[in-house]
């Protein structure tokens, strides 16, 4: 079959070859942008006078009748054509003759293929992020129902103080808040035309490549040609962004699985976002979860892959570049995916209030208000640490709580405390007094609550 760029071969590639070199397997996901940017192209080209007005027109119709077809699923792509450009070139060819050939005037598939890219990227980029902030709303209308929940925080997975469970949930909407803001920040770049910058030095033809961007909705041109071809920071930006988000969403998958164990039983997956085992049948596993937490170091994989692609480049384009494709495409399908499941899984889960609490009161995380207690007094936090931790011993030697001892093993211990300590060592107390500006107290979180709600409906619509 012959090669649409095969005028100077006088030998052919075995099939195999072909196969191996070809990008169409993967990168038919751009057929409808590769046509959208060809429709923008061939409209420039005849404002520009570069094509009559009567091939223009020709081509246009043409391509519509691809697009429209794409879209219905009826386009059947050939490894022959090796990749998305002149898999469509050679149909368009077959829709409308000969005249279909004058579409490559003027660009390459250097610049064409990075067009695509663009305008894929900021399609799927302003999906997910719409998917951000579903997420988010989810949490913040999970947190509202819980705001004077009481759970367990901690450090070092070791109980430290008793907070709000919104107040935990609401960190995650925050860490959210700045993936959005990442993704939103992007789009300046990505939403940059290469369109015109030919193979790497432009071209010969009077192109207006500001008009070509303006209609596909550019805010402008890449202001030098080879960078134009060779730059794919616009992809490596993407995955790092993708990456980071994947972390946060696997941090709080791991603590998902946790609160999901007998151990913890602080929540309990729907049964749509769990599974059973094939051999235990009293189990119920996490596993979207688990699933999410572990997709992510494919998304690693995706981002160290491109950068190690393009550390040994030199300008401009290079065939390794092709492999900036199926990595970008996984990450797109991978954190859409996790977003959508994540959502679904927040907003089902049952929340075991009743163990979340007991777990609250049952520990010594309330140690801390019993030092700020002797603080508030004069004493010097280090001496009342000190204090504190004794009793802290006391109480572990004895098997119980702080709460347990009686008020003259307190006085024995420092004069200074009195009647009132018991409702200072309350976990209801302890969180709804911390109320200092981002604090977990009940007041604090409200306020929290609003401001998420605010921030959420201040989100302009990107298209």
């Known amino acids: 079959m012959k090669k649409l760029w095969g005028g100077r071969f006088t030998k052919t590639a075995e099939e195999w070859v072909d196969e191996f070199g070809a990008s169409i397997p993967f990168d038919q996901q751009l057929v409808e942008e590769d046509i959208e940017g060809s429709i923008a192209h061939v409209t420039m080209l005849g404002k520009c006078g570069i094509l009559p007005n009567d091939d223009v027109?020709?081509?246009?119709?043409?391509?519509?009748?691809?697009?429209?077809?794409?879209?219905?699923?009826?386009?059947?792509?050939?490894?022959?054509?090796?990749d998305i450009h002149l898999n469509i070139e050679k149909m368009l060819m077959d829709e409308i003759?000969?005249?279909?050939?004058?579409?490559?005037?003027?660009?390459?598939?250097?610049?064409?293929?990075?067009?695509?890219?663009?305008?894929?990227?900021?399609?799927?980029?302003?999906?997910?992020?719409?998917?951000?902030?579903?997420?988010?709303?989810?949490?913040?209308?999970?947190a509202e129902q819980h705001i004077e929940t009481l759970i367990p925080g901690y450090t070092h997975l070791q109980r430290a103080q008793p907070v709000s469970f919104a107040h935990h949930l609401l960190a995650y909407f925050w860490m959210l808040e700045r993936d959005y803001e990442r993704f939103a920040e992007s789009l300046?770049?990505?939403?940059?035309?290469?369109?015109?910058?030919?193979?790497?030095?432009?071209?010969?033809?009077?192109?207006?490549?500001?008009?070509a961007a303006e209609l596909l909705g550019f805010d402008g041109i890449y202001e030098n040609s080879i960078d134009a071809v060779s730059d794919r920071d616009f992809i490596i930006?993407?995955?790092s962004n993708s990456s980071m988000l994947m972390m946060h969403l696997s941090r709080f998958c791991e603590e998902l699985i946790l609160w999901s164990s007998q151990e913890f039983r602080f929540v309990e997956m729907d049964d749509a976002f769990a599974t059973g085992s094939s051999i235990m049948p009293q189990k119920k596993n996490p596993d979207m979860a688990e699933l999410i937490r572990g997709k992510v170091g494919r998304v690693y994989g995706n981002l160290f892959g491109l950068l190690t692609v393009m550390k040994g480049t030199p300008l401009a384009y290079n065939k390794d570049m092709q492999e900036d494709k199926e990595g970008m495409f996984d990450t797109v399908k991978t954190v859409m995916g996790s977003l959508k499941i994540f959502a679904g899984m927040i907003e089902t889960m049952k929340v075991n209030v009743a163990a979340m609490e007991a777990a609250a009161?049952?520990?010594?995380?309330?140690?801390?208000?019993?030092?700020?207690?002797?603080?508030?007094?004069?004493?010097?936090?280090r001496e009342a640490h000190e204090i504190v931790g004794k009793l802290v011993l006391t109480c572990i030697e004895k098997g119980i709580f702080l709460a347990d001892l009686p008020l003259e093993v307190y006085q024995k211990a420092s004069p200074l405390f009195e009647s009132d300590i018991y409702e200072a060592l309350n976990p209801y107390t302890a969180v709804d007094r911390r109320n200092?500006?981002?604090?977990?107290?009940?007041?604090?979180?409200?306020?929290?609550?609003?401001?998420a709600k605010?921030?959420?409906?201040e989100k302009k619509r990107y298209e």
Do not use: C
């Open 57 to 82: 027109e020709i081509i246009k119709t043409g391509l519509l009748a691809l697009l429209e077809k794409a879209k219905q699923g009826q386009l059947e792509f050939s490894v022959a054509y090796e």
């Open 97 to 142: 003759g000969h005249v279909g050939g004058k579409l490559h005037t003027g660009r390459s598939r250097n610049d064409q293929v990075a067009t695509d890219m663009h305008l894929y990227l900021r399609k799927r980029v302003t999906e997910m992020m719409d998917l951000m902030k579903e997420l988010q709303k989810v949490l913040v209308e999970k």
């Open 188 to 211: 300046k770049r990505i939403n940059k035309s290469p369109l015109g910058a030919g193979a790497l030095a432009g071209t010969t033809f009077p192109i207006d490549r500001e008009y």
């Open 237 to 239: 930006e993407f995955l």
């Open 361 to 381: 009161k049952q520990d010594f995380s309330n140690a801390t208000e019993l030092a700020d207690y002797l603080a508030a007094k004069g004493v010097p936090f």
């Open 436 to 451: 200092s500006a981002g604090g977990t107290g009940f007041a604090e979180v409200r306020k929290a609550v609003a401001n």
């Open 454 to 457: 605010k921030r959420l409906s």
